[in-house]
Structure formats: structure tokens, C-alpha cells
């Protein structure tokens, strides 16, 4: 079992970054995908990056601007966020899966989720 707690969310201009990081309490943290999703006002929660060791996932509209990694000795995943856009506005949610079990993408395959962090980004 893991407990994400994320952190690091705040306001930005647009074409700012923000690191975002999910500690996650645990001893069996490394047997477990991580994933982050973000929920803007009015919209169904989106995928937007997971990670499984080296492997790397994102969601189209993040590619090229998000990276995730994780420290597994410190049980932490981090999210770094570069040019960030007014629609990347929304509260920021990690989770974790058990490792190879069901999609990256969907949200009702993760175990675990933390309380999320706002992340607003003004134009």
C-alpha cells in the first residue's frame, strides 16, 4: 500500500515551469506504477503522464513539455511541468498502480490517490 501525498502546485504565468512532487509512504513503493491526472474545472479527470522504471507515458497535449520521473529511494515522483499553457489550469492528482496491472491511461485502474494540488497558469 502507498499514500500519495503531492505538493509543489501554485500560479504561474503561462510559459512558466512548476515541479510537482507526489511522496509516496510505503515500503513496497517500487512495486508500483505511477501515474499523475489533472481535473479542470467542468471536465472528467485526463491522464497526464505515468511511469513504470524507465518507461515513460504521456498524453498528447503534455508531450514534449511534461516529464515524470521518480526517486525510488526517496519515494518520491516528480512531475516538471516547462511552458505551461492557460488550459494546463487544473488540480494535479498522483496515483499509483500495482506495477503491470491494467492501463496507464485510465484513471479506474489506479489504487491510490493523493489529495491533488492546484496548479493555475495565467495568460
Known amino acids: 500500500q502507498v499514500e500519495p501525498v503531492e505538493s509543489g502546485g501554485g500560479l504561474v504565468q503561462a510559459g512558466g515551469s512548476l515541479r510537482l512532487s507526489c511522496a509516496a509512504s510505503?515500503?513496497?513503493?517500487?512495486?508500483?506504477?505511477m501515474g499523475w491526472f489533472r481535473q479542470a474545472p467542468g471536465k472528467e479527470r485526463e491522464f497526464v503522464a505515468g511511469?513504470?522504471?524507465?518507461?515513460?507515458y504521456y498524453a498528447d497535449s503534455v508531450k514534449g513539455r511534461f516529464t515524470i520521473s521518480r526517486d525510488n529511494a526517496k519515494t518520491t515522483v516528480y512531475l516538471q511541468m516547462n511552458s505551461l499553457k492557460p488550459e494546463d489550469t487544473a488540480v494535479y492528482y498522483c496515483?499509483?498502480?500495482?506495477?503491470?496491472?491494467?492501463?496507464?491511461?485510465?484513471?479506474?485502474?489506479?489504487?491510490?490517490w493523493g489529495q491533488g494540488t492546484q496548479v493555475t497558469v495565467s495568460s
Open positions: 496515483a499509483a498502480k500495482r506495477a503491470y496491472s491494467g492501463s496507464y491511461y485510465n484513471a479506474q485502474h489506479y489504487d491510490y
Open positions: 510505503g515500503r513496497t513503493f517500487s512495486s508500483y506504477d
Open positions: 511511469l513504470r522504471w524507465s518507461a515513460e
